[in-house]
């Protein structure tokens, strides 16, 4: 009878400490600044169709069939358009999303034109909340098997040293309520195996189907699941099987109604084995995407389960956990794009997070055990594997910090990293000399061929690309922001001489912002300053004296005064622009 008081003040207590974590990660992700809103456009739009319209298609808004071709998050159907991605994320955001129009917040325009900056800030708003969610839910898992201390440095860690901050918080990725499903269902297993709670198949395989229906990677763990069902909890399979066959009907009656398909053509055209070893050891570690090199810290996890591998309880569940990484592999190999397209770090891995947690988890209350049954345990053996443990923590901290915090001092370099001209192949993905975790911190390695200059060449133009090392946005004819605080041009001179630089260029001004500050350097040194204060483009010219050139050059442009559109909340284009280029023109310095 003294118990229940004992177990009401530990809830309590759990309870609170839960709350701080929630607010601390909502916090930290709401006010970290990059939001990689790419494949998820528009699914705040769906979902405002759902709530308003009841209708998958979006043909209530003013999209225009220009906007459909030029959005791969868009597709025409039987003349009506729909959202290209899985529909499972936004018609789960519903209620959220509900709440947010009624303070206004939303993706649609008053003319019924789609509100990107609406999208974007739901978009975050929703991820911020789901993911800090997610920390709560990690939380709560560890508390199965460890102390609250234990429990809070590993929920912590979790939602920090990985993928969640740098992908999932971002934005609403398919990753985002899957992940957060997926968290419930590694909870609920672990629950049983521990004996804390009955397994319930129905509500299980709900939490599974939901996350299929967000990300179709969720298969994966799906098929695990039920092989584990089958083998662990026959008497349980059968409803499982019920509720997994029903939502099966479901998705498939959707798809068959909307698309002609039993599923949407997402489900169905991400397959492609091409090089599958190729892919499995760039997902693995590739500086640039590998699951190694940015999340460090499961070098630790690992080390804890093979170290300790004789007090692992709950073994079912590591070799369930195991399959699913090893199995999510194998599906990564045979997708068409391994690198997951424009993103950050190893983004495609972010699926295999809560399962990584329980790993963990199982890990250090293996080695706590370990300690705990030690006649006279060495300090200095358990501090070093644990000092190492949390240094390789703090790196992916870092990390993963860097794919959400580093907008305001290096513009986004991390997120723009693959938008670089020498970037259109895959060869970057394997660079240690920029990975994408560094942009921003150092300057992307000079090109191995330096272009001859030209009498005349546009910017604007494709072919310039081979001229531009950092710091340009695309072409957008007849011109080429800068973008950055810095920008710079290469070149090189067959015969060096006095040479004179013609430029056509422009600022950008807007607002508050009325001029702009462009300092030129040549190889290192300052050859001129501007300052410009009228928004129309004029030409420009400076001397490359002979004594500073060299047979490979580099002009650098510093841009002090460079802003976004988006910070002066005139648009909601994020580039941090300085100014524009039409053309420029090398030719002999004339001799008097």
Do not use: C
């Not at 709440?99 to 789609?114: E, I, K, S």
């Not at 794919?403 to 240690?432: H, K, M, Q, V």
């Amino acid at each position: 009878m003294n118990q229940s008081p004992v177990r009401n003040g530990r809830a309590t207590a759990d309870l609170v400490i839960v709350g701080f974590i929630v607010v601390v990660a909502f916090v930290v992700f709401w006010f970290s600044p990059i939001h990689q809103v790419t494949d998820s456009t528009y699914s705040m739009l769906l979902s405002e169709s759902l709530l308003k319209h009841r209708s998958f298609a979006l043909d209530h808004y003013a999209i225009s069939p220009a906007e459909v071709e030029a959005h791969t998050q868009l597709e025409r159907v039987n003349d009506h358009i729909y959202y290209y991605a899985p529909a499972g994320g936004p018609i789960l955001s519903i209620p959220l999303v509900a709440v947010m129009n009624a303070f206004h917040l939303t993706a649609v325009n008053p003319d019924g034109t789609f509100n990107l900056r609406g999208e974007v800030k739901m978009q975050a708003l929703l991820a911020a909340l789901l993911m800090a969610a997610l920390a709560g839910v990690f939380f709560f898992t560890a508390r199965l098997l460890l102390s609250r201390t234990w429990s809070v440095f590993i929920a912590l860690g979790a939602v920090f040293g990985t993928q969640i901050w740098s992908t999932a918080s971002r934005a609403l990725w398919s990753h985002t309520w899957e992940i957060l499903l997926l968290g419930l269902v590694v909870w609920m297993l672990l629950a049983a195996e521990t004996g804390r709670r009955k397994l319930r198949p129905m509500p299980l395989a709900t939490l599974l189907a939901w996350s299929y229906f967000a990300r179709p990677a969720a298969a994966v763990p799906i098929l695990a699941v039920t092989i584990y069902i089958l083998l662990i909890h026959r008497r349980d399979f059968a409803r499982y099987a019920l509720a997994g066959s029903f939502w099966a009907a479901v998705l498939a009656v959707y798809s068959w109604v909307h698309f002609g398909h039993l599923l949407p053509r997402y489900y169905r055209e991400q397959i492609s084995i091409d090089n599958p070893w190729f892919s499995l050891t760039g997902n693995l570690t590739s500086p640039s995407r590998g699951l190694l090199v940015y999340v460090p810290v499961l070098a630790f996890v690992i080390y804890l389960l093979a170290g300790f591998w004789k007090e692992v309880a709950y073994k079912r569940l590591v070799w369930l956990a195991l399959f699913v990484v090893a199995a999510h592999f194998i599906t990564l190999a045979s997708l068409k794009t391994w690198w997951g397209g424009a993103g950050y770090g190893a983004r495609l891995t972010t699926d295999l997070v809560p399962w990584f947690l329980l790993l963990s988890i199982v890990g250090v209350d293996a080695m706590l055990k370990s300690r705990a049954r030690s006649a006279q345990p060495s300090r200095v053996k358990w501090r070093i594997p644990i000092t190492a443990g949390l240094a390789l923590l703090l790196v992916s901290i870092f990390i993963n910090g860097r794919g959400a915090i580093s907008r305001e001092t290096t513009n986004w370099e991390t997120w723009r990293w693959e938008a670089r001209p020498a970037e259109r192949d895959n060869r970057a993905l394997w660079d240690w000399r920029y990975p994408q975790f560094l942009a921003g911190l150092i300057r992307p390695p000079l090109p191995d061929a330096f272009p001859p200059a030209e009498a005349h060449i546009e910017l604007s133009n494709a072919e310039s690309s081979k001229y531009l090392w950092y710091g340009w946005s695309g072409p957008e004819p007849p011109t080429r922001w800068t973008d950055g605080h810095e920008a710079a041009i290469i070149f090189s001179l067959p015969e060096v001489s006095d040479t004179v630089l013609e430029m056509k260029l422009g600022p950008y001004l807007d607002g508050k912002l009325t001029e702009q500050n462009v300092n030129v350097y040549l190889n290192g040194q300052q050859i001129s300053s501007l300052k410009l204060t009228e928004r129309e483009s004029r030409t420009v010219s400076m001397s490359l004296p002979r004594n500073i050139l060299r047979d490979r050059n580099v002009l650098r442009f510093s841009l002090p005064n460079a802003s976004s559109p988006e910070a002066l909340n005139t648009s909601e284009d994020p580039r941090l622009l300085g100014v524009k280029v039409e053309w420029l023109e090398f030719r002999p310095m004339p001799v008097n």
